[in-house]
């Protein structure tokens, strides 16, 4: 990330460690790991919400195309409105046992 190499990390040890001195260098050390800590929390968090709004985006985008296909699907396959009645279709040869007959009885009776 920050491309720094060994040589240059060793350098910075060592000129930590004589400016802050070896007593007070594990406490320098912990307040840093902190600060980085909180950080990469504060990037984390960012990221996330950037990932949320990018995801609400492509939802938005496919319920647009969904409502367009849809509308295009209905104006090419209009309903029939006399299909949602039933026992209104002439098409099916359907056989119709009396109404005061039980299904029981009918059924014995063929």
Do not use: C, Y
Not at 22 to 27: A, R, S
Not at 45 to 54: A, C, I, L, Q, T
Request: hydrophobic share 45%; no cysteine.
């Amino acid at each position: 990330m920050f491309d720094i190499a060994s040589s240059e990390l060793l350098l910075v040890v060592l000129v930590a460690l004589l400016v802050i001195g070896p007593k007070d260098l594990p406490k320098a050390l912990r307040v840093v790991g902190k600060w980085v800590g909180k950080a990469r929390g504060v990037a984390a968090h960012f990221r996330s919400g950037f990932d949320e709004m990018v995801r609400q985006s492509e939802l938005d985008e496919l319920e647009k195309k969904w409502k367009a296909e849809n509308e295009r699907i209905m104006a090419a396959h209009p309903a029939d409105p006399r299909a949602d009645v039933v026992g209104d279709d002439p098409t099916t040869d359907s056989v119709e046992t009396p109404v005061d007959t039980p299904p029981s009885e009918a059924a014995a009776k063929t």
